[in-house]
């Protein structure tokens, strides 16, 4: 491999080699052009054009079939022909608008071609005089190429593929797209009998002679084909991707040339097995690969598992397919001995829904899926053996993207677009497993991956605006923004101590078909706890499509785009410090009493300062939070009915009375709906249901939090304090949550 070095201010645009492969030419930005000597790779000069009169990009740099002459775009109205032996101006070519014009020279060497809109425009290349041009029953080509006897033409647009007699213009065929997809490159193969097209993720071969499509390719790519390449005998046709893969086709059978072992597409799923030995990749429509973790040697290759999504349990005991049109979900478990024993446990249906993804409870008992119909979300919940379907949750007016389940299996959060106004805005949907129903909707600034931390406080989250943001489960409060990337963050992976967290750029697979991005590859980690970074991971050059620490927290896989998978050796300058134990006076706990009912970094900070300091911590907090007591539920249940009682002050009174108690009164609302109150009645028991699970006063908030303190300081006397708080009202919110902090694993920082 070669690597070429661009000054600072320039920036590498289109390349094209000459046809005898000697040079090596390349524009940047202001259009110039640059070449190399290949044998040598020497530098030979710079061969200057006009500054662009408008900012965007050509679409490719073309030397003629002789390579004396070499063709660019300079801007609207200006193609600029130059002799390569003189690096002089040969001739500018007039009469098109489009700033970055589709080119072509025809096989003669002698004439330029370049598609703006509906029309052909035809130049001689030296003399730069206009001829004849050809006018096209579509517009907004993609592609263009010409036979070797220049005999055809073919154009792909936007809607089609078409071919056409050069001479005459008349159309011989044309192809309407199947799919949704860009055609991106067009090649004849040298007898002029078949044509070759790269689209979005496949490749399709015509045999031109009988009108008729030949075979289609599906490269198992979420990219699009940037080019196309046939070889001299017409056999073979070599197509890479954005992703860095390079697919070979054989053009007489359709069939891709594939390596033995490894992946020939994305990697979207990693994962390492209970005792680190083994690292597990999957990708769309691909095998399941396993490795060693320490040497990376391939080990097993399993079935070609069919989906567009995938994942693993913990541990990568089972595994999930999701394909999405139809909605289906297939659960598999990789402990069979051999490959042949591997067996589709559970398949779930969606039944007229889209499937989006699926992923595993902490357990492997459940599965929880995500789908989709007519802009309606439905989170549902499986039993992992038996496939049967014992939960589901409806979200109207809601796309979703990607979703995350905690480790207790109590919530689940789901990335997506809310449609419920006219403009989509971009938010995550808290839900609770348990009771079914949505607990917080907070909106977003274009997260579209997310991933809880192992104690389920914090849901992380990837975004195309390259930053990633932590919000506390609780409340959906954005608690703290790491910044740093520069192409948006597609990838995310906790520690199993939730002390660190580790993020990579990529393209979110929903978009990878339209979103491009600039800015180098990295994988950052960074300390959970004051949102530092520790350490960056450079030196690879594709998008990540997922991350996974080993149960050590040691060592961390990351699945490329590009097929590979890399492992990294955690180094000790991204682990975290270990906590020293911090005194704290009775001001400093007074204060941060008082900032744990606060909102975003004021609140988490504290969290962190109060468990360093246990000694003091523990009995403050004992002394501040106490059980929650029971609720007089027959004066409750008479506040509710009170709400339709004919006397305003009366309505007034309950509400102010019913208000404070928030969720803890959550199953008396919805009792009394459920006895279909008049309709004034249910707008107000609606509107506080409402407020009870989306808003939560200061207080509340606070003892919530000093929940978490315990739960992280997870020691004798924090345990015995939880203990106390769970032995509280069942009905209350305070004491469900100490339950579940006493049966988490909690780890001790280090």
Known sequence: MKRLRMPPDLRACPVAFSPKGDLFACQTQNRSIRLWDVKTWKFERVIEAPPPRDPGDSHNILFSSDGKLLVASGGPDLIMVWDVA???????????????????????GKTVAAVTGDVVRLWDAKSGKSLPSLKLKSSSACALAFS?????????TLEHVIVVEFETGKEIYRWRRPYLGRVHDLVFTPDGKKLVCGYDGSVRIWDLSALREQSVVDCNSAFGHSLAVLSPDGKTVALGDASSLV???DVATGKIHQCEEGHHGPIHAVAFSLDGNSIFTGGAHQPVHTWGAQNGKHLR???NFSGSFMSFSPGAGLFASASKYPG????WDLAAANQAEIKEIATLEHKGESACCACFTQDQRAVVSVSSNDAVCFINTWNSKTGEKFGQLKVAHFEPESTSVSCDGRWAAVSGDDQKSARTESVVVLCDLEQRRVRHFFKTNDVFDVVFSPDGKIIAGGSLDHNVYLFEAATGIEVMKLCGHERPVAAIAFSPTGRIIATADGLPRMRMRWWMDIGSHAIRIWDLTTGKELH???GYDSDVGALAFSPDGKRIVAGLNNGTALIWNVPAQAMPPPFTEEKLTDKDLTRLWVDLSGAGRQAYDAVWALTRAPKQSVPFLAEKVQPAKPLDMKQVR???????SDQFAKRDEAWKRLAPFGEDIESELRKALEGKPTLET????EKLLEAALHSRSPEKRRDLRAVWVLQLINATAAKGLLRTIANGAQHARLTREAAAALSSASVPPE
């Open 682 to 685: 249910q707008r107000r028991l």
């Open 247 to 249: 697919h070979v086709v």
């Open 86 to 108: 003189q690096g002089k101006e040969a001739s500018r070519l007039h009469g098109h608008e489009h700033a970055s014009p589709l080119l072509a020279f025809l096989p003669d």
């Open 638 to 644: 008479q506040w509710i009915a009170d709400l339709d």
């Open 536 to 538: 960056k991971i450079e």
């Open 148 to 156: 070797a006897d220049a005999n055809l033409m073919a154009v792909g």
């Open 301 to 303: 290759k399993f079935a």
């Open 328 to 331: 289906v979900v297939r659960l």
